[in-house]
């Protein structure tokens, strides 16, 4: 097969790199090892005849103007402010961690910003530049909320105490010092009509690209050969595993979904649930029927339980893991015409809207040779 790209994974980063190419007329082939395109944001209508993500909710948000232009183009968006809830103590109260979390969990009047500072200022624990999320987070809450609210939840997610996990990993939870319940606070935020994979088949719907689905690149990578450029989007440890066995495997977790579909109109008033305490296994119950308002006599609910094994989902940042990448960074950088790129593959954790910008920004810093003015858009 003759192709001047070829491209491993049809998630974001695999189908922005697709798309961009075969905008300026390269012949783009896409390998992709599961049955469907979409990545993990594919979603598809469930037996009740709801919308439903197969690998866990997708809520995109940017303050990026450019990668909100690009998404424009292959859906039409409506407003989605997301919200999260927690049951924490037999309450129910918003996260981020705001005044009326505070209130709820501890019986205050808090009712202004300086207020809510005062409280926290009071509880927290300062840290300079916090070693780790443990660190992180008694900086900005304090000991009491850090165990209500963070300890538990991060043990579950990650299988590792918020002490034994970079400062980033916490850090990047707001705080806030108001009532605002919505969990980001973005200038774009919304979701796509119809559902993501019709994104994604938008993107990749163009007669420069070919997708194979079923197909594992370590399968048939004898097959492909003479093409300009490969752009891998998997787990970069995987890429280099088969030329030598010295080199350590990343850690990455898992999700194990748990679906069940009930005969009643709602299980729970919000999309999403969160349980941070130690009294349930799961982290959360999504509802999809909530996103976008969907309409149906019955109702389905997704119980997330985070495991080791399985599809990765998360790299998982601590010291010793980006040591064991940086060698395999060291095995990527020498080869040619060989780009890793996305969640798994850069070993780091990108929101939507980053893993669009880290490929758009990546073709145009490849092509801009290549590429005429009015091409370089986006930016």
């Not at 997708?211 to 280099?240: A, C, H, S, W």
Request: include cysteine; glycine fraction near 6%.
């Amino acid at each position: 097969m003759k192709e001047d790209i070829l491209i491993i994974g049809a998630g974001i980063s695999g189908a922005t790199l697709a798309e961009r190419y075969a905008s300026i007329g390269k012949k783009v082939v896409v390998l992709e090892k599961r049955g469907h395109i979409a990545g993990n944001c594919y979603d598809e209508y469930d037996e009740n005849g709801i919308l439903v993500s197969k690998y866990g909710a997708h809520l995109f948000h940017t303050n990026d103007a450019g990668v909100w232009e690009y998404v424009q183009r292959f859906a039409e968006w409506y407003p989605w402010e997301h919200k999260v809830i927690a049951r924490v103590d037999n309450k129910t109260v918003p996260i981020p961690v705001n005044i009326d979390t505070v209130n709820i969990l501890f019986g205050e009047n808090i009712s202004t910003e300086d207020e809510m500072k005062a409280w926290l200022d009071k509880n927290r624990i300062p840290f300079d530049k916090p070693k780790n999320g443990e660190e992180a987070v008694m900086n900005r809450v304090g000991p009491v909320l850090y165990e209500k609210m963070f300890k538990h939840y991060t043990k579950k997610q990650w299988d590792k105490y918020p002490e034994e996990l970079n400062a980033s990993v916490l850090e990047r939870i707001p705080v806030r010092y108001n009532h605002d319940g919505r969990y980001f606070s973005d200038t774009y935020q919304a979701l796509p009509k119809g559902g993501y994979t019709k994104v994604f088949e938008n993107m990749l719907n163009h007669p420069n690209i070919t997708v194979m689905l079923n197909t594992d690149y370590f399968d048939v990578k004898d097959q492909f050969e003479g093409f300009e450029k490969l752009f891998y989007t998997g787990p970069i440890d995987r890429f280099f595993e088969f030329q030598d066995e010295m080199m350590e495997k990343l850690e990455y977790r898992s999700i194990n979904f748990v679906t069940e579909h009930l005969d009643q109109e709602f299980f729970q008033e919000n999309s999403v649930v969160n349980y941070p305490g130690q009294e349930v296994d799961y982290t959360r119950i999504i509802e999809y029927k909530h996103f976008g308002n969907q309409q149906s006599p019955k109702t389905s609910i997704v119980k997330e339980y985070t495991v080791d094994t399985g599809e990765p989902y998360y790299p998982v940042p601590n010291e010793r893991n980006q040591q064991i990448y940086e060698k395999y960074k060291e095995k990527a950088d020498l080869l040619q015409n060989v780009y890793f790129v996305g969640r798994l593959a850069n070993y780091k954790y990108f929101n939507m809207d980053q893993a669009f910008r880290n490929a758009l920004d990546l073709f145009n810093s490849l092509e801009a040779s290549n590429l005429k003015p009015h091409d370089k858009s986006f930016v």
